[in-house]
Nanobody, 125 residues
Framework: QVQLVESGGGLVQAGGSLRLSCAAS????????MGWFRQIPGKEREFVAA????????SYRDSLKGRFTISRDNAKNTVYLQMNSLKPGDTAVYYC??????????????????WGQGTQVTVSS
């Protein structure tokens, strides 16, 4: 059974940093892209960042470029999201996702097959 388990969320003051991790088990995703999405209550889940299996290609939500960095360690079957200069507007549940449908770091939810349970990130002002 495939499982994606996020960790690293929590409460942080505006301007602070958090590093999210997502560990995959039950399947090796080292050959496939992985991504991060987030969902604010009452809003649709939105794309945050994605990374190719080789780490040579990354994709980011435009508004997050320069503050968020996605990376992965294929040996550990883990993807990370480093979030810096956090703002209250970044408060959301963050989800990692994995796909076997494409080799590209896709920003589209429908292209991801597997999802984690989410981790809450709360940024206080």
């Amino acid at each position: 059974q495939v499982q994606l388990v996020e960790s690293g969320g929590g409460l942080v003051q505006a301007g602070g940093s958090l590093r999210l991790s997502c560990a995959a088990s039950g399947h090796t995703f080292s050959n496939y892209p992985m991504g991060w999405f987030r969902q604010i209550p009452g809003k649709e889940r939105e794309f945050v960042a994605a990374i190719s299996w080789s780490q040579t290609t990354t994709s980011y939500r435009d508004s997050l470029k320069g503050r968020f960095t996605i990376s992965r360690d294929n040996a550990k079957n883990t993807v990370y999201l480093q979030m810096n200069s956090l703002k209250p507007g970044d408060t959301a549940v963050y989800y990692c996702a994995a796909t076997q449908r494409t080799s590209n770091p896709s920003p589209f939810r429908y292209e991801y097959d597997y999802w984690g349970q989410g981790t809450q990130v709360t940024v206080s002002s």
